[in-house]
């Protein structure tokens, strides 16, 4: 019995990392000098965290990691300096601890649940678990940007500042896309059972069973917001980088087409609107009559 429950969480986790790793290769938006928007690509690896505890998660991530170095690979030849140093540096922060970090995800397992576990308390527990991942991940690729990519001196405050702003460019939106699928997943799905299933609301003891629009169009409208965000990003970002040198610069904001980033994000967020409202009315007409 326990070499079949040990088999089974192995098998769940390798289709969990190899999801990962399928999703971290779908780039919403591929930054010129690295780093990339995706699908929440760090998600999966994340839920093995939250299921089975930071340890087990850690494996999980390393293994994660590794497989995320191998397939930038080519990332080491741009190096500015590749000393061993800069390669090691490279490895630890970029790599190592940028992905290791996704097992911290599951630090809030149980924590917000007050006794009882429950779809909004898991999906708090998931979104702020999926926050906090990304963060410690943008400060691990902020400390490479400032370091092993300006040839490890003492970073000076143009350094420090570039690194910031240019590593904010992909992980803003893919902090917002991770911790908005969790936030619903969260919602959607018991991921404490021992077989993951959808959550059943219960009301007076009787279980009462939502049609599947009612859990897809809340998705959908998540997808409008992050999709807006998305564009908003490639809209304005894409003129806040010198073309030639790759810096941070101010000087093309007059470039942008503010008119396109309005009617985006107006567009993107009255559908979002309409989404949550038929959602929520939706909801409504199926719960029991008082």
């Known amino acids: 019995m326990k070499n079949a429950k040990l088999i089974k969480r192995l098998v769940e986790s390798a289709l969990l990392i190899a999801l990962s790793t399928v999703l971290s290769t779908l780039k919403l938006i591929d930054m010129p000098y690295g780093g990339s928007v995706t699908f929440a690509s760090m998600l999966p690896v994340m839920l093995i965290a939250y299921r089975y505890g930071i ?8 293994v994660y990691a590794v497989i995320q170095q191998l397939l930038g690979l080519e990332n080491f030849a741009y190096l500015p300096v590749p000393t061993p140093v800069a390669i090691i540096g490279l490895i630890i922060f970029d790599y190592a601890l940028a992905f290791l970090a996704i097992a911290i995800g599951g630090i809030f397992r149980g924590r917000l649940a007050d006794g009882r576990h429950t779809a909004r308390s898991q999906s708090l527990e998931l979104m702020l678990g999926a926050v906090l991942v990304c963060v410690l991940r943008y400060i691990c690729h902020t400390v490479a940007g400032a ?3 300006q040839e490890l001196p003492i970073p000076d405050g143009a350094a420090i500042i570039y690194s910031i702003s240019y590593n904010a460019t992909y992980m803003i939106p893919e902090t ?3 911790a908005a699928v969790a ?3 969260g919602g959607a799905i018991d991921f404490l059972e021992s077989t993951p299933k959808p959550f059943i609301r219960r009301e007076d003891g009787i279980s009462l069973e939502y049609p599947t629009a009612c859990r897809v169009l809340p998705l959908c409208a998540w997808l409008f917001v992050v ?3 998305i564009a908003d990003t490639c809209l304005i970002f894409k003129h806040l980088q010198d073309g030639e040198s790759g810096e941070f610069t101010l000087a093309y904001l007059s470039e942008i087409s ?7 994000t107006a567009a993107c967020a009255a559908v979002a609107i309409a989404l949550f409202i038929t959602g929520a009315l939706l909801k409504k007409k199926h719960s029991p009559k008082e």
Do not use: P
């Open 183 to 185: 936030f619903y997943l």
């Open 227 to 229: 999709g807006g965000v």
């Open 176 to 178: 917002l896309i991770c």
């Open 147 to 149: 370091t092993v990519w």
């Open 55 to 62: 340890g087990y998660g850690a494996v999980s991530a390393g």
């Open 258 to 264: 503010w008119t396109a980033v309005a009617v985006v």
